[in-house]
């Protein structure tokens, strides 16, 4: 069985070893985990490609939302 902890372990690990050459293409709904940004980010400061396909969080079942929380992670 997979658990939320043990996906989040294997992306840290895999974002922890990449680097220049290699991407890294994710699509997922919210980025609010601050290790996983900060891997993210260690990871294109090492030269990996990132590519991050995220919700933008405008709207939601007709009610205005404020972005929160992709657009301030991603700015």
Do not use: W
């Not at 290699?22 to 985990?33: E, T």
Request: charged share 25%; glycine share 10%.
């Amino acid at each position: 069985m997979l658990t939320e902890g043990g996906i989040r372990t294997e992306l840290l690990d895999r974002l922890d070893t990449a680097g220049r050459g290699d991407n890294i293409d994710i699509a997922m709904f919210y980025v609010s985990d601050r290790g996983v940004v900060e891997s993210l980010l260690a990871a294109s400061h090492r030269g990996a490609n990132v590519r991050l396909i995220l919700d933008p969080n405008k709207d939601a079942f007709g009610h205005t939302k404020s972005g929160i929380p992709n657009q301030p992670v991603c700015q």
